[in-house]
């Protein structure tokens, strides 16, 4: 059974750091692109990062570059959501999601992504 697992999520202080992670069982996600995106409550979900199959190209939201970063680590099926200064405008529930194509969209939107993780809990408050 084909299987993403967000975790790291948490409550942290403004200017704090949360580092999220996905992992994925059932397959082998080495010729995914894989996402993050976000949904506040009251808000549609949006992309935050994108990553493509070899990790050559990332892309980020605005609102989130220099302040976010992507990876992955293939030989663990594992991915990484490293996010500082976090603002309480961050405050959402973040997914990760598998893309077949291995290429990341041009614009991070939810339609190319065909697997998707629960989700994880990030507040951002004081």
């Known amino acids: 059974q084909l299987q993403l697992v967000e975790s790291g999520g948490g409550l942290v202080q403004p200017g704090g750091s949360l580092t999220l992670s996905c992992a994925a069982s059932?397959?082998?996600?080495?010729?995914?692109?894989i996402g993050w995106f976000r949904q506040a409550p009251g808000k549609e979900r949006e992309g935050v990062s994108c990553i493509s199959s070899s990790g050559g190209s990332t892309n980020y939201a605005d609102s989130v570059k220099g302040r976010f970063t992507i990876s992955r680590d293939n030989a663990k099926n594992t991915f990484f959501l490293q996010m500082n200064s976090l603002r309480p405008e961050d405050t959402a529930i973040y997914y990760c999601?598998?893309?077949?194509?291995?290429?990341?969209?041009?614009?991070?939107?939810?339609?190319?992504?065909?697997?998707w993780g629960q989700g994880t809990q990030v507040t951002v408050s004081s």
């Open positions: 059932g397959f082998t996600l080495d010729y995914y692109a």
């Open positions: 999601a598998a893309e077949r194509s291995g290429a990341c969209p041009p614009r991070i939107t939810i339609a190319p992504f065909d697997y």
